[in-house]
């Protein structure tokens, strides 16, 4: 089974908003990985936060990790219509991905 | 230093044929991952190989697919006798050492379409 769940598994925000993803798993992890895919494309490396780390910025970018929860969040702020893309949560073990979340960002 | 290379980009069978897919890892990575993601959906871990090895392939049906990545050339996913059911884009992604504390490169995908 997936390892990582996403939700919402799609978010509609207007430009300039900050967007906010979730993700869940299920076992004990060393790290865990977002990944962000454009349609039709590869996925792209965004931030790998440790299990020993709380929170980590890169850029607009803020993920947070809760191990007692076996949770973590994306957070993005000050959104751009070239944000649109779904992004996915994955875990060390294998890096299984989740379904992800579609985002979308109006201009 | 060129990306992960994933060729074709599309490939069309009919049914019953054999589809070959290949992939190749970033220069000096030698971990290689394929994964399977149908149409709005998420990526469907089959199987991570190293040099020669066959390291995990729990997410591999277990009839007609196959992997190899041998110690020369790229990483091939073999699909014998398709069916309508293996269309899907197949992805390959790449890691210097074992992807638990490293982040993977992608290539941009095979499109398999089975007619």
């Known amino acids: 089974s997936q390892q990582g769940e996403e939700d919402p598994q799609a978010l509609s925000i207007q430009e300039g908003e900050n967007a906010t993803m979730n993700c869940s798993y299920k076992?004990?992890?060393?790290?865990l990985q977002w990944y962000r895919q454009n349609s039709g494309r590869g996925l792209v490396h965004l931030i790998l936060?440790?299990?020993?780390?709380r929170e980590k910025h890169s850029g607009r970018l803020r993920v947070t990790l809760d191990t007692s929860k076996k949770s973590s969040s994306l957070l993005i702020t000050a959104s751009r219509a070239a944000d649109t893309a779904s992004y996915f949560c994955a875990t060390d073990d294998k890096v299984i991905f989740g379904p992800g979340t579609s985002l979308s960002v109006i201009p | 230093n060129a990306g992960v290379m994933q060729n074709p980009r599309h490939l069309v069978r009919r049914r019953g044929q054999e589809a070959r897919l290949r992939c190749s890892p970033m220069?000096?990575?030698?971990?290689v991952y394929w994964y399977r993601q149908l149409p709005e959906e998420g990526l469907k871990f089959m199987v991570y190989l190293q040099k020669e090895n066959i390291i995990d392939e729990s997410g591999m049906p277990k009839e007609r697919f196959s992997a190899e990545f041998p110690k020369e050339g790229p990483s091939i996913l073999r699909i014998q006798q398709v069916v309508r059911g293996d269309s899907a884009a197949y992805f390959c992604?790449?890691?210097?050492?074992?992807?638990?504390?490293?982040?993977?490169?992608f290539g941009s995908g095979t499109q398999l379409s089975v007619l």
């Open positions: 992604a790449s890691s210097r050492d074992r992807a638990t504390n490293e982040k993977l490169f």
């Open positions: 076992t004990s992890i060393n790290n």
């Open positions: 936060i440790r299990s020993n780390e």
């Open positions: 220069k000096g990575h030698s971990h």
